[in-house]
């Protein structure tokens, strides 16, 4: 510990985000970037306390700012999907605390299952079933949709964008399709659509006292909402063929590899 650090002593457990070369036994990192772990998490909340929710908030920032701008009417919707991922949940716990409707927008009766299970009030749609766009525009109710925060990506941002706003912009977060996009551009020069993206691979940039006020929200929505933050499985590395299946089928949470 360097003698200009006030606020961590050695010993402390403590979880970090950005640390290159994590997965080794030492490292060396900012003191920025270390933030201690009370008692009352467990490792495994530890080890995706930061990056999950770090990815949370810079999308919300992205959707704030461009809500503000659209000057958005108080009851316009969010519409997020990929909302029962472990990134998706907590965009949706934070934009409800914002006052915003959301309507989540998952693909499989499991997914739906998670979101009733945690906001039984949120509307929420399975875009793998048939009709899947009628039940989303009742879910909508004729209200202006002036952002998406979209996870899947591929196919399936063709479909969405129909739902936003003349003007709107879809923030994209995720590539659950990991396929291309089928767009073609006068899709979104006749409407003057936008696309924007936000990757936590770019939050290192953003300014010290926005990470800091990061560190200290994720503090705090881990010990107001514990739940969003519940690990699905965890394996030690030797069981990896297991993690892998697991991560492939679980689809509303995180997956670790432990390796002691």
């Known amino acids: 510990m360097g003698p200009s650090v006030p606020a961590l002593r050695v010993g402390d457990r403590v979880a970090v985000f950005p640390a290159p070369g994590a997965w080794s036994e030492h490292i060396t990192v900012p003191a920025e970037a270390a933030v201690a772990v009370p008692d009352s998490l467990s490792d495994e909340t530890a080890s995706v306390l930061l990056v999950n929710t770090i990815t949370s908030r810079d999308v919300l920032r992205a959707v704030d700012e461009l809500r503000a701008a659209a000057a958005a009417p108080s009851d316009s919707p969010l519409l997020v999907s990929g909302a ?74 063709r479909e969405i964008l ?50 800091a006020a990061d560190r200290r929200a994720a503090l705090q929505i881990a010990a107001q909402h514990p739940h969003l933050l519940a690990v699905h499985a965890a394996y030690p590395l030797a069981e990896l063929p297991s993690a892998i299946s697991a991560a492939r089928t679980s689809g509303t949470g995180t997956v670790l590899l432990k390796l002691n």
Do not use: C, Y
């Not at 048939?130 to 909508?140: D, Y």
């Not at 209200?143 to 998406?148: D, F, G, S």
């Open 84 to 157: 029962a991922s472990a990134v998706g949940k907590l965009i949706v716990q934070q934009a409800r605390d914002r006052g915003w409707p959301v309507v989540a927008v998952v693909r499989s009766d499991r997914a739906a299952s998670t979101v009733r299970t945690n906001w039984p009030d949120v509307p929420v749609v399975v875009s793998g079933s048939g009709g899947w766009q009628r039940e989303l525009e009742g879910a909508v109710r004729g209200r202006p949709v002036p952002v998406i925060a979209d996870a899947h990506g591929g196919p399936f941002v």
């Open 162 to 211: 129909p739902f936003l706003d003349d003007g709107g912009t879809l923030v994209v977060w995720g590539d659950l399709a990991a396929q291309p996009w089928t767009l073609s551009t006068l899709e979104l020069l006749m409407r003057e659509l936008k696309v924007r993206a936000v990757s936590i691979t770019r939050w290192a940039t953003r300014p010290g006292d926005i990470r």
